[in-house]
């Protein structure tokens, strides 16, 4: 179990691990390629050997690592999309199950505030709100309808592994992950280079002021962004730096890596936390600097949080490519 700036943790005495068995194939009618861009592959260089690293994160050394071509989803999936699994399959989320999830306290409303008795105690701006979850973000009261086209949150990694099984996806490995997030660059800090505003332009969703006392919010965000917010990569991706934390298919290892698999690598067999990358709309370089393409986070796999959320991808061609 972990906490951070950047995720809350989940009580492991109530723990649920495990995929949802009602969640069993994919929509009949989807092409589980649609919508989604294709990745030829290839090696490319992977981890940093950056001084604004974190060592014990295990993001370095930089390495030279070869993927497939695989599909991936241009955005992290949305409210919307995640509605219309809901809707179709009656899945519950963990957060939904346990009752609570952890929000932002400045999120939380007044009325909801007044009931909150629990906090992350190594970073108390993580409220634990009873009633928080994907369809009330900040709790009881509030809701999703003006944010439709914003990341789904407060989605756990099982959670996320349940959506792809009906879609007909999966979520990326880590390489993946950080391949696509590239853009085609090489060595580069973030998705578009090595300066965080070239010509002073926000590119990402991140922490503007000094976190966690004062946001200016300069990006135009203080909270999630539409999916499609901010220019995308030379992939034609979109937010893979801040907004929300993506799960990925990997359990979280620091050392793993150092002389693991340069093929396809899929991290260690077994673990006690699972890989999320690219940051949130809460990172700061001066307390949780991981909105860099080579950054890596973890955290349990039944956990969520109001910065957590995940896209996809998939191996499977369109019938009849």
């Keep these: 179990m972990r906490s951070c700036c950047c ?12 995929l949802d068995p009602a969640i069993t194939g994919r929509r009949a009618e989807a092409d589980p390629t649609e919508g989604m861009l294709f990745l030829p592959g290839g090696e490319f260089l992977m981890g940093t050997d950056d001084r604004e690293g974190f060592p014990g994160d295990g993001e370095g050394p930089v390495r030279k690592v070869t993927v ?14 995640f509605q219309a699994f809901a809707d179709a399959t009656g899945y519950v989320t963990e957060a939904e199950r346990f009752g609570s999830s952890f929000v932002f306290h400045p999120f939380v409303p007044q009325a909801v505030a007044e009931k909150v008795t629990q906090a992350v105690q190594q970073t108390p701006w993580w409220w634990h ?21 914003h990341p789904v949150t407060h989605v756990s990694w ?7 099984r009906w879609s007909g996806k999966r979520l990326p490995t880590e390489a993946e992950w950080e391949y696509a997030a590239r853009g085609g660059l090489v060595r580069k800090r973030y998705p578009w280079g090595d300066l965080l ?27 999630t962004a539409p999916v499609r917010s901010f220019a995308p990569n030379g992939y034609g991706l979109y937010n893979m730096s801040g907004n929300v934390w993506e799960w990925c298919s990997d359990w979280f290892s620091a050392g793993f890596h150092l002389n693991g698999p340069r093929e396809n ?48 991808a998939t191996d499977r061609k369109a019938e009849g490519e």
């Excluded at 995720?7 to 495990?18: E, F, H, K, M, T």
């Excluded at 009330?136 to 944010?147: M, Q, S």
């Excluded at 690598?265 to 600097?289: E, F, I």
Aim: charged residues 20%; glycine residues 12%; proline residues 9%.
């Design 7 to 18: 995720s809350g943790v989940r009580d492991p005495s109530a723990a649920r691990n495990g």
């Design 129 to 149: 709100v009873e009633g928080a979850c994907w369809r009330a973000p900040e709790g009881p009261g509030t809701g999703i309808d003006e944010r439709m086209d």
């Design 68 to 81: 497939d071509p695989f599909y991936i989803a241009p955005c992290a999936v949305s409210n919307a999309e």
């Design 265 to 312: 690598p899929q991290g260690p067999p077994a673990g006690q936390a699972r890989v999320l990358r690219g940051g949130s709309y809460l990172c700061h370089q001066s307390y949780c600097n991981r909105y860099r393409v080579a950054a890596r986070s973890r955290n349990t796999p039944d956990s969520s949080a109001g910065n957590i959320g995940f896209r996809c």
């Design 197 to 223: 505003k070239p010509d002073g332009e926000h590119r990402c969703n991140i922490w503007q002021g000094k976190f966690p006392d004062k946001n200016n919010a300069s990006d135009g965000y203080a909270g």
């Design 158 to 164: 099982n959670d996320a592994m349940a959506y792809c």
